[in-house]
């Protein structure tokens, strides 16, 4: 067996944990170099050691539902991981947010009749508020006009000026599903527009604040690639750390049985409390990961600081206990043949 081979083969052999069958394929392998034996490390038997050696960290060889625990704690793990990356990636380097004058500009040339009640320029990368993070914006509200109470011809308007400045129109609803309602997003360069202007609701007693914000236009950066590269970087890192760190768990606490079933069932309860945030957040990463003009948060409500925060709370509660039950535990003396064996 080549030098670069035998590197890999040991690479694949530590993914097995410490005991008597890594160091029975160690020995084996240092065996047939000293004797000049030729050991072919093909494709298949490379997964066949990846494969089994993944999952002989987990332990427990009768159990299958270990094995599901573990993917699903390795995705949630990957999810948070990139979610951090993510977080971190924005600040490395901020495109700048149209400034007054550079809005007064968008305004004249998209919503020229609209005149600006408030106005608003950012600088931040991030804004927060009562009910979580968003991306850092600009933009401005304004009431409704005579031209926009027609919807249907000041949307034609409104498609051809965005055409007309540059804009690249990426959505845009239907007045026919949604009548009295305005909402169309496009990009140009690095921002993303959104306008939204509402002419159909009828209030008994309006609130005259409210009259004066029908019109609403934000811009916002769109994401830029290599905060999209750390995520996806973070995801694939964060989800091996998530299957080694329930392996690790898994072999701490499968001597003892009241602590094997604690640790299962807090794990269950933790990724039953992680999912709703980590399946929305992974759903608009995949669309941050295949889209060109992306604007906004996947990780929004995955963190600590939006309306569902109590839900990531308790689950990092549920995680913690886990941990602390590892700690305490210590491994079951893994036996020499224990369940199927790669071949090399």
């Known amino acids: 067996m080549d030098a670069r081979a035998g590197r890999a083969c040991r690479l694949l052999i530590r993914l097995f944990p410490p005991g008597p069958r890594r160091g029975e394929l160690l020995d084996t392998l240092s065996q047939s170099s000293r004797a000049g034996g030729r050991i072919r490390l093909g494709p298949a038997a490379a997964a066949d050691l990846l494969v089994h050696g993944l999952r002989a960290r987990l332990g427990r060889p009768a159990s299958r539902s270990v094995v599901l625990i573990a993917l699903l704690v390795s995705v949630f793990a990957g999810a948070y991981t990139a979610a951090f990356a993510d977080r971190a990636a924005w600040h490395a380097g901020v495109r700048d947010l149209p400034d007054a004058a550079a809005l007064a500009q968008i305004r004249q040339a998209l919503t020229p009749d609209v005149v600006p009640s408030r106005q608003f320029t950012g600088s931040a990368v991030f804004e927060t508020d009562d009910e979580g993070i968003y991306p850092g914006s600009s933009g401005y509200r304004g009431a409704n006009t005579t031209l926009t109470a027609d919807q249907p011809a000041y949307r034609e308007a409104l498609l051809r000026r965005l055409s007309a400045g540059g804009w690249r129109v990426v959505s845009a609803n239907d007045p026919a599903e949604s009548p009295g309602r305005l909402a169309i997003s496009a990009v140009r360069d690095h921002w993303v527009i959104s306008i939204g202007m509402d002419t159909g609701t009828t209030y008994i007693n309006p609130d005259p604040a409210t009259l004066r914000e029908m019109v609403q236009v934000d811009v916002v950066r769109t994401t830029p690639w290599w905060v999209t590269a750390a995520a996806v970087a973070g995801f694939a890192a964060g989800m091996v750390l998530g299957w080694f760190l329930t392996g690790w768990a898994s072999r701490r606490t499968e001597a003892g049985r009241a602590a094997g079933m604690r640790v299962a069932a807090l794990t269950w309860v933790m990724v039953t409390l992680f999912a ?19 604007a906004g948060l996947f990780w929004q409500y995955m963190m600590y600081d939006n309306e569902l925060a109590l839900l990531p709370m308790l689950a990092t509660v549920a995680g913690v206990l886990v941990l602390i039950d590892a700690v305490r535990g210590a491994p079951r003396r893994p036996a020499l043949d224990s369940g199927a064996q790669p071949g090399l």
Do not use: I
Not at 278 to 294: F, M, N
């Open 276 to 294: 709703p945030g980590v399946v929305v957040g992974l759903g608009q990463l995949a669309a941050q990961a295949t889209s060109t003009g992306h």
